[in-house]
Nanobody, 123 residues
């Protein structure tokens, strides 16, 4: 089992930045692909970004390319999401996820989910 705990969410003005962290416990994440999804009330969870277990492969949804950067520190068992140039449409609960499969954009791929952290971007 892998436990995931997100942190770093909050309220920020449009154009600002936040860095989300995801601390993993239970098992080392070095053999897991990891990623971030987000969700707003009444909507489906949306893929944001994913990274391979080595960090050599990353994937992003089109709306965040050039603004968000996913990274990982396997020695610290931690995943990050640096979010720059934030927009009101980035407002959502952000979830950290982990999978033994290759990094993918579909929620069903991921076996482990954190509880989420709220990101609110004001205009």
């Amino acid at each position: 089992q892998v436990q995931l705990v997100e942190s770093g969410g909050g309220l920020v003005q449009a154009g600002g930045s936040l860095r989300l962290s995801c601390a993993a416990s239970g098992r080392t994440i070095s053999s897991y692909a990891m990623g971030w999804f987000r969700q707003n009330p009444g909507k489906e969870r949306e893929f944001v970004a994913a990274i391979s277990w080595t960090g050599g492969t990353t994937r992003y949804t089109d709306s965040v390319k050039g603004r968000f950067t996913i990274s990982r520190d396997n020695a610290k068992n931690t995943l990050y999401l640096q979010m720059n140039s934030l927009k009101p449409e980035d407002t959502a609960v952000y979830y950290c996820v982990a999978s033994r499969r290759a990094p993918a954009t579909t929620a069903a791929t991921y076996d482990y989910w954190g509880q989420g952290t709220q990101v609110t971007v004001s205009s």
